[in-house]
């Protein structure tokens, strides 16, 4: 990976030149409780909206993928977990893949290298409660990483999805990683909750649909991975699962794209391209501390 010549073409199987993986991070109402872990506030609104993702969102989106016959990879606070019991077990059994998403959705940036290692473990164990088996990926909330996150994935032997270094499977530090992309994430264009911390008002169904077939294009075009990921409590919605049902049948319709889980997507780079792209998660020094750098 230097140099100008092109990177040779990612060996996606069977004659397949490019891949879509849909995942949904389960959100519901885990982020919300880590913001207000201090002082749980006596407030309805923003707790009733992430509601709706368990409640409504989720089967929507599940009996959604079933219509195109597609698999999804749903990563899941184990927090929401708990306190919705029948949720792992059920999106097993409709075929889909889970994976953890933190224990509270805990920012990286707000927790110690020991406190992620007792919520990471913590979380297999409740997956492995519920389900009888424990779960191969991690995604990190906020897709945020760290040395020592990536070294847990590694000796815990999990993929991770929380990074977007290239556009197709790699290795980053021994751990499998399968990116993410922020263009195809559905928070940035439709997350609204009110009261006034929004930045923006949401988007029209209509632009985003047009910048995510630009995307399915161009991934087709340049033999990448294109990363779709969705919230329950927001793509969950009527007018959202239209929009996603409109792209589904794009993705399902095209044959050289590859549809799989992004366990798939590991387990086959693992298998097929493991001895590519391998980085280095090493972080540059401060320009401070360079040769160049001189103090007044």
Known sequence: MTGLAPAPAYPWPEGKTSA???SVDVDA???WLWANRDRVPNLLGHHEQRSFGPRVGLP???SLLASHGIKGSFFVPAIV????PWMLPALLDAGHEVGLHGYFHELVAQVSDDQFTHALEASIQLFKDQTGQAPRGFRSPAWE????MLAECRRLGLYDSSLM???TPHS???VTEVPVSWATDDAIFFKFLGGGGDMAPPLGTDAVMRAWTEELQASRRYGTLMMLTVHDWISGKAVRAQMLDK???HVAGAPDIWIATAGQLAGHHRAHAADRDMVQATLPASPLTHPAWKDA
């Open 172 to 174: 980053v530090d021994g």
């Open 20 to 22: 879509f993986c849909f």
């Open 81 to 84: 977990a708990e306190a919705h």
């Open 29 to 31: 109402h885990a982020p």
């Open 247 to 249: 792209l589904l049948a």
């Open 165 to 167: 270094g290239l556009e």
């Open 60 to 62: 929507r989106i599940a």
């Open 145 to 148: 990483m760290t040395p020592h």
